[in-house]
């Protein structure tokens, strides 16, 4: 017996729950042997498909995945752990057994708060539990898996499907599509994306919120991304775009390579070069270009706050999505002041404090909310 089929033989002796300690530690001495892509996905439903009928039930499926996530913590083994899930829920559809497995992957309706979700084109959502890794399903193919807050889809669906995820106040997520591009989206945000970028001239995405993109590049089929009336249309870079609903503009910031934009009243793209911004005013549709230090306009996805040119009320806004509390405060002087600060990743309440002093206010804080007087 080869290492390819002793490693198979013994896997399904793992998913049983049937082995002993010597097997365990040859198994995982094999883990660097063997072939993940070739493991059979039949072997492992067979596998599965043989546990008693007794014992066939939400709890023994839950103990059958959380024993092969332990075996694959590498991200090497991901497809290892994509077919275990595959395989179950295969026996779940076969069983007639309808229930969330590790409590959050079935598609359902309704929004948990607080929660990481992904939903299709018809409305049905995917609650995403940060603490597993968990495949992705379309139809009866697995298109990728959540690992944490962290989605990747490793190929594309048949079909033309979009998804779109919402990200929760207090988190934030990382996005790997199908075509290679990497997407970090920030608290507060959403993003619909097609899960098949094959069948469109274009790869087109439409962003509320704020997201940092790194656009594999493709000089066949453009990246574009759609943000009310602005649209930026990239072949492969590096770029920020930043547009909460309650802004009076849409900053766009280049960090590498290039871009163009588009408004309703543009034919041709004004070009954004890297370390620039281009702030589009969405009042009058214009766009102003300047020069600035990119760094200070991404700290976030490494959890750094920093802001420059803000009102206090825009960076009341953005704190209540950075920890999901709510601030109130009747103080209209406070959309007026324009504010430049650094407080990299410091707790809510000491901003808070550091604000007060500076700007003579007094507050009341809680865990979930901030009031200002």
């Given amino acids: 017996m080869n290492n390819q089929s002793r490693f198979e033989y013994l896997l399904e002796k793992y998913i049983q729950d049937n082995y002993t300690s010597e097997e365990f530690d040859e198994l995982l001495s094999l883990t660097n042997l063997v072939d993940i892509d070739r493991i059979d996905t039949d072997i492992l439903l067979n596998a599965t498909a043989s546990l008693p009928a007794d014992q066939l039930d939400k709890h023994q499926l839950n103990d059958v995945f959380n024993r092969i996530q332990k075996l694959t913590k590498a991200p090497r083994f991901y497809p290892l752990l994509y077919k275990v899930a595959a395989a179950i829920l295969l026996l779940i559809t076969f069983s007639g057994l309808i229930y969330t497995l590790n409590s959050e992957i079935f598609l359902q309706s309704g929004y948990k708060d607080g929660a990481l979700v992904i939903a299709d084109q018809n409305g049905k959502q995917l609650i995403i539990d940060e603490t597993k890794v968990l495949p992705i399903i379309s139809g009866s193919d697995t298109i990728g898996y959540n690992h944490g807050n962290k989605i990747e889809y490793t190929q594309e669906p048949s079909v033309k499907v979009f998804n779109t995820i919402q990200v929760p106040y207090g988190k934030k997520a990382e996005l790997t599509l199908a075509d290679g591009s990497h997407i970090y989206l920030n608290s507060g945000s959403s993003l619909r994306y097609p899960l098949n970028f094959s069948l469109s001239k274009e790869r087109i995405v439409e962003l509320n919120g704020e997201a940092f993109f790194e656009v594999a590049r493709n000089e066949k089929k453009p990246f574009m991304v759609k943000s009310g009336d602005l649209n930026v249309k990239v072949l492969g870079t590096k770029f920020n775009v930043n547009s909460y609903a309650e802004k009076a503009h849409i900053n766009v910031v280049l960090t590498e390579g290039s871009v163009g934009l588009y408004t309703s009243n543009d034919q041709k793209p004004q070009l954004l070069a890297p370390s620039q911004i281009a702030s589009y005013e969405i009042s009058s549709q214009s766009i102003q270009i300047d020069k600035i230090n990119t760094d200070d306009y991404t700290a976030w996805i490494n959890n750094r706050l920093i802001y420059k040119s803000e009102t206090l009320k825009g960076i009341f806004s953005d704190l209540e999505r950075q920890f999901n509390v709510k601030i109130s405060s009747s103080r209209e002087d406070f959309s007026q002041q324009a504010v430049n600060a650094n ?31």
């Avoid at 407080?343 to 200002?372: A, R």
Wanted: glycine share 6%.
């Fill in 343 to 373: 407080f990299g990743n410091d707790s809510l309440e000491n901003i808070i404090k550091y604000l007060s002093k500076v700007y003579g206010f007094e507050f009341e804080i809680d865990e979930k909310s901030v009031e200002i007087r």
